[in-house]
């Protein structure tokens, strides 16, 4: 291909060319779903994973039911924060899409005129992921399985390098684990607030309102006390 003459020794485009070639040799319909998975799909693919861990957490309802949610909503939240933190860094570099600078790429999606670094898809998608690793390690290896097809695929559609889409997963992984402590602190008691709710309580157990360890145990233990005194006498 002409454009691996013009890109020099450069790794990271002569990777891009690599991995975009492949749309080239790809059936047209083949191409469409991918454009569509990779703008829409994973991500909606991911967000479906945290509803779905919810589901099931709520109905299990187990004692940690309150913490496994409390970090299931900072998954989305993390994936904000990480956005928010790429503005100044998009600024900062003022990279060109890839299509820009190098000829014969095959651009799956037209309109593309902001910065190329970092990739915000793969930077919400990991930090997604990465947040429901924490609430539950089952369902976040499945969801980072999927950040890593999302970033391959937008190197596919020629809109990222692939240091675009590393620096994404990086600074996902990096937003959503190092804010992790912080957030759950101040999840975690809201959630339990809401656990405790007659009328909110569902949300975190299927059974709605938690029953307190003490409102549970203390009463019957009175009972059994009073019993044993009557017995006495």
């Given at each position: 291909m002409a454009g691996l003459a013009d890109s020099g020794s450069n790794?990271?485009?002569d990777l891009l060319y690599d991995i975009n070639g492949l749309a080239k040799d790809a059936p047209a319909w083949f191409d469409r779903v991918m454009e569509y998975v990779g703008e829409y799909g994973l991500l909606l693919g991911v967000v479906l994973l945290v509803v779905w861990c919810w589901w099931s957490v709520r109905r299990r309802g187990d004692e940690d039911a309150a913490s496994?949610?409390?970090a299931l909503i900072w998954a989305p939240l993390a994936a904000g924060v990480a956005v928010l933190v790429?503005?100044?860094i998009r600024g900062f570099v003022e990279r060109p899409r890839?299509?820009?600078?190098h000829q014969g790429l095959e651009v799956l999606v037209e309109g593309k005129t902001d910065y190329s670094f970092v990739s915000d898809h793969a930077t919400i998608v990991m930090a997604m992921a990465v947040g429901l690793f924490v609430a539950n390690r089952k369902f976040g290896l499945f969801g980072i399985v999927l950040a890593l097809f999302g970033g391959f695929i937008r190197v596919y559609m020629g809109v990222h390098y692939p240091t675009d889409v590393i620096g994404g997963f990086a600074?996902?992984?990096?937003?959503?684990?190092?804010l992790s402590p912080l957030a759950m602190a101040l999840l975690t008691p809201v959630v339990k607030a809401v656990e405790r709710s007659p009328r909110a309580g569902w949300l975190?157990?299927?059974?709605?309102?938690?029953?307190?360890?003490?409102d549970a145990v203390i009463p019957e233990s009175r009972s059994e006390r009073t019993s044993e005194r009557d017995l006495a006498a």
């Open positions: 790794p990271d485009v496994t949610v409390a790429n503005v100044p890839p299509f820009l600078d600074l996902g992984t990096a937003v959503a684990l190092l975190v157990r299927a059974g709605g309102r938690a029953t307190d360890g003490q």
